[in-house]
């Protein structure tokens, strides 16, 4: 099984802060990747593809990338709307999620 | 516009059954696998299990398999997940999802509000 582990668990940012979160894979899943961000009581809803592929009608302040076991979602200025938790998904080999990463307000 | 709706979650004791329904609408069911993924309270997101878009593919997390049947009916635009031998761990939110297209290593691009299920005696 493919593990996914994501640094940081929580991450304390202020509005136009850039941030940037990390996963790694336990073996190479090449550029299988997407991002996901989840708000509380709702879905999750996907931002990235493919490792860097925005989803559409997902703002261009949202970026991914990396390849291999290694990659970075980021987002270039944190906007209110943006506090949430945003998790990674290997799709190389079935389906494995990071456990996720709280983006809350410092 | 896309929508999926689940249905079935509620209280159910421990080694109980459950189906769950999942209602699919604004676009062509029948060319899209779908998935079924679950989340604990306050935990992160667990993939369940994936169906072929004509149903006769059907793969399992491992923490499922043998007890869990995922199904669907193309005629009725409906997917299912009949669940067997639950156990208190298996208290979550239990969503469905659609693949991004019909062949199966995709991300998952549509997601329903998700119906929680309770196991409790």
């Known amino acids: 099984d493919i593990q996914m582990t994501q640094s940081p668990s929580t991450l304390s940012a202020s509005v136009g802060d850039r941030v940037t979160i990390t996963c790694r894979a336990s073996?190479?899943?090449?550029?299988?990747l997407a991002w996901y961000q989840q708000k509380p009581g709702k879905a999750p809803k996907l931002l990235i593809y493919?490792?860097?592929n925005l989803e559409s009608g997902v703002p261009s302040r949202f970026s991914g990338s990396g390849s291999g076991t290694d990659f970075t979602l980021t987002i270039s200025s944190l906007q209110p709307d943006d506090f949430a938790t945003y998790y990674c998904?290997?799709?190389?080999?079935?389906?494995?999620f990071g456990q996720g990463t709280k983006v809350e307000i410092k | 516009q896309v929508q999926l709706v689940e249905s079935g979650g509620g209280v159910v004791q421990p080694g109980r059954s459950l189906r769950l329904s999942c209602a699919a609408s604004?676009?062509?069911?029948?060319?899209?696998?779908m998935h079924w993924v679950r989340q604990a309270p306050g935990k992160g997101l667990e993939w369940v299990a994936i169906?072929?878009?004509?149903?006769?593919?059907?793969y399992y997390a491992d923490s499922v398999r043998g007890r869990f049947t995922i199904s669907r009916d193309n005629s009725k635009n409906t997917l299912y997940l009949q669940m067997n031998s639950l156990s208190v761990e298996e208290t979550a939110v239990y969503y469905c999802?659609?693949?991004?297209?019909?062949?199966?290593?995709?991300?998952?691009?549509?997601w329903g509000q998700g119906t929680l299920v309770t196991v409790s005696s």
């Open positions: 999802a659609r693949s991004t297209s019909g062949t199966y290593y995709n991300p998952f691009d549509y």
């Open positions: 604004g676009f062509t069911f029948s060319t899209y696998a």
């Open positions: 169906i072929s878009y004509d149903g006769y593919n059907k």
């Open positions: 073996q190479s899943i090449s550029s299988w």
């Open positions: 493919k490792a860097s």
């Open positions: 998904q290997q799709y190389n080999n079935y389906w494995t």
